[in-house]
């Protein structure tokens, strides 16, 4: 994989460019409803490429990772076939009990402790007790469910929940791989990860994330780091690069030794003090490489280490933020405290920003507001996405007169009776054919 010393710059601001009348948020109530929510998760998240976790931390075959997101349970494994990464939904196909119960492990044998159906490393069901003498069973119709996977030149695995038509990660993130390369993620090592438990809407957190518009009122330990009039959001597809220049500290001069004169203007020169020596920038040494990945991941590259973000939608009100830190190899550990110190304070800066926000929003009081057409044109660019995911799903259910989900991974039950009783759960849920209410 090629790199960089240095990430680039920022592309320069066109002199004919004017300035762009300014646009409205999205109104509140898509920070607050419930049902805007549950549309959210068909129409965006069981559809985009969402961030995991880096390929580095499987070592052998059989490690594993589980997650949630959005109350769909999965893991990520290395395979014990071909060594490659893949995904599961953490589904048991018998009675959909999960098979892996822990957060991560090692295990070339998944066992369900419910009644004890084991898959291996591919998914593939290789036992189900006392099932070889049932008719029409088969084994190979049983397997775990796939997740599609897909893992970038830099050891960044994502999944994608869709069984439709899914846009290939390379279409859905076009450009990023190559502005990837210009950070060296194998001279990187995990380090730790934490997590913050907000009651805030998804989208509040995204709303700090995609501008630096209050970076200087609220993170002056930031500020002191980077020169805050160079930040820039600049919008690719599906994804954000930030930009800001880091600051550097000058040398500090040689100061001209003292002279102590005596009666004819003469003396020796006294001895003076060493020069301090310059004080370390928390951020590093070059200007930092920042992604924002539509809709809810970010990937932040400074020299020191490199970190990821997981922000996961539990409700309308309520996101849980998982950290990943990566430090550079052979970093000491004094060196890695301060970064990670630096880090914490900056997110949980913005974490209370979002507490606070939220708050606020759930008393009704807000409708929407004004956003600055360049200081917060990353807030307009994934609110715009959102909007346009949001409003052609929701199309598509209309004209269906049902709910689209794309994440589903079942299929129609041949069995008559099955297909009978599922028919009346859909008629309740569209609220179609349903019986009259009766009249006492």
Not at 82 to 91: L, R
Not at 324 to 339: S, V
Not at 384 to 409: C, S
Request: proline fraction near 6%; include cysteine.
């Amino acid at each position: 994989m090629a790199t960089q010393v240095l990430p680039s710059a920022p592309p320069p601001e066109d002199p004919k460019e004017k300035l762009l009348p300014g646009e409205h948020t999205l109104p509140a109530s898509w920070w607050t409803s419930e049902k805007i929510f549950d549309l959210e998760k068909r129409a965006i998240f069981n559809k985009s490429w969402l961030f995991c976790t880096h390929a580095s931390r499987f070592s052998k075959a059989g490690d594993y990772y589980t997650f949630t997101f959005t109350g769909l349970n999965f893991f990520v494994i290395k395979s014990k076939t071909d060594g490659k990464i893949k995904a599961f939904h953490n589904v048991c196909r018998h009675r959909a009990y999960p098979v892996l119960k822990k957060e991560k492990g090692s295990t070339i044998v998944m066992g369900c402790k419910y009644h004890g159906w084991s898959y291996n490393t591919d998914g593939k069901l290789t036992k189900a007790p006392h099932f070889d003498s049932v008719e029409g069973f088969n084994k190979d119709e049983n397997s775990l469910f796939p997740i599609k996977t897909h893992v970038t030149e830099q050891g960044l695995v994502f999944v994608n929940f869709s069984n439709e038509n899914v846009m290939p990660f390379d279409e859905w993130y076009q450009g990023l791989n190559v502005e990837l390369n210009e950070f060296d993620f194998s001279d990187y090592e995990y380090h730790m990860s934490y997590e913050l438990d907000g009651q805030f809407n998804w989208k509040t957190l995204m709303d700090g994330y995609q501008e630096c518009y209050h970076c200087p009122t609220a993170h002056p330990g930031l500020s002191k780091a980077f020169k805050m009039e160079t930040y820039k959001v600049v919008p690719k597809t599906r994804y954000c690069r930030h930009y800001a220049t880091i600051v550097k500290e000058e040398e500090p001069a040689e100061p001209e030794e003292p002279v102590k004169e005596g009666w004819f203007g003469r003396g020796k020169k006294q001895p003076t003090e060493e020069p301090k020596p310059k004080k370390k920038n928390v951020g590093g040494e070059f200007n930092g490489l920042w992604v924002y990945l539509f809709p809810t991941n970010g990937i932040n590259c400074y020299s020191p280490a490199w970190y990821s973000i997981r922000v996961l939608p539990i409700s309308a009100s309520h996101t849980i933020l998982q950290y990943d830190i990566y430090t550079k190899k052979g970093l000491d550990d004094a060196t890695k405290k301060e970064f990670v110190d630096f880090l914490q304070l900056v997110e949980l800066e913005d974490f209370n920003l979002c507490q606070l926000t939220q708050k606020n929003l759930n008393q009704g009081v807000y409708s929407s507001g004004y956003l600055h057409p360049t200081k917060e044109r990353g807030v307009l660019f994934y609110q715009n996405l959102t909007r346009d995911m949001v409003k052609e799903h929701f199309k598509k259910e209309e004209e269906l007169g049902r709910q689209i989900n794309p994440a589903f991974v079942g299929k129609k039950s041949d069995n008559a009776e099955t297909q009978e009783l599922d028919e009346i759960c859909n008629k309740l849920e569209c609220g179609t054919d349903s019986p009259k209410e009766l009249q006492w």
